[in-house]
């Protein structure tokens, strides 16, 4: 036996030709949060110290040879 799903926006039952939604009012709905940006996952930012941390940065890196 399968369980019922529930439209995400809503909370009343999901119509299986518009999974995960029961209407195309919720899936607009959602479509508005996602362009509006409600949806968004939060960045994290890399500070300025360890960007000039990198490899080869390091003085002398050309093995001591002079040009």
Not at 17 to 31: E, H, I, K, N, Y
Request: hydrophobic share 25%; proline share 10%.
């Amino acid at each position: 036996m399968t369980a019922s799903k529930t439209c995400p926006i809503c909370g009343k039952p999901s119509d299986p030709g518009r999974t995960p939604f029961c209407s195309p009012r919720c899936a607009d709905v959602d479509l508005n949060r996602w362009l509006k940006g409600a949806y968004a996952i939060p960045a994290v930012e890399i500070d300025e110290e360890d960007e000039s941390e990198q490899p080869g940065d390091a003085a002398g890196e050309d093995g001591g040879l002079r040009h």
